[in-house]
């Protein structure tokens, strides 16, 4: 009967014990959603513009403003630098991002990961308004594969507007940061 106190005591810091390592042991966090802080290369097919090209984007800090970059490889050609919001998991875990960039171009694009139904993969939908050429913009539709939560490989099919070409080709290698 004496040792009772002693015991209780021993259990009860031995319970807190376990209870504190169990709450502060790591847990496996919660799917963060598309990657927007990226670097990419791409190679362009169609179009009038340069085949070669390096992008690049990331959010300010903790916020939703996303800021990017773009620039030709292969000559002196079309380079911007834009800045937009993202609006995150709006519909059915679909993020839409809003824009504006160098040059009178103002964006909205839909992107969505497939993970559910096919395991790495995610569709966007774009269109793009360039107020300041005579190629007044078009949609963007692309099909990206996460071949790693680093890598990932897209394809994707600008469909401009008032241009003599059907059809700008592009796929790009990008890395996730």
């Known amino acids: 009967m004496k040792h009772i106190l ?3 005591t021993l259990t009860t810091l ?5 209870a504190d390592a169990g709450a502060a042991a790591p847990v496996a966090p919660a799917s963060a959603g598309l990657s927007y802080n990226r670097v990419g290369l791409s190679y362009v097919t169609g179009g009038d513009g340069n085949p070669c090209s ?4 990331a959010f300010i800090g903790s916020s939703n403003v996303l800021v990017s970059a773009h620039a030709d490889l292969t000559a002196a050609g079309y380079d911007s630098v834009s800045i937009g919001y993202v609006f995150k998991n709006v519909f059915a875990g679909a993020d839409v991002a809003v824009a504006v960039a160098t040059d009178d171009i103002y964006s909205i ?8 139904v096919l395991s790495g993969l995610e569709v966007a ?6 107020m300041g050429s005579a190629w007044n913009g078009g949609f963007v539709y692309e ?13 994707s099919i600008q ?7 059907n059809s700008v080709n ?7 940061f």
């Open 6 to 8: 002693p015991v209780l």
């Open 54 to 57: 390096l992008q690049a984007s």
């Open 170 to 176: 592009s796929v790009a290698v990008r890395y996730n």
């Open 109 to 116: 694009q839909v992107r969505r990961a497939l993970g559910e």
């Open 14 to 18: 031995t319970v807190a014990a376990f």
């Open 125 to 130: 939908l774009g269109y793009q308004r360039n």
């Open 143 to 155: 099909v990206s594969y996460n071949v790693t939560k680093q890598y990932s490989v897209a394809y």
């Open 159 to 165: 469909d401009p507007k008032g241009s003599i070409y």
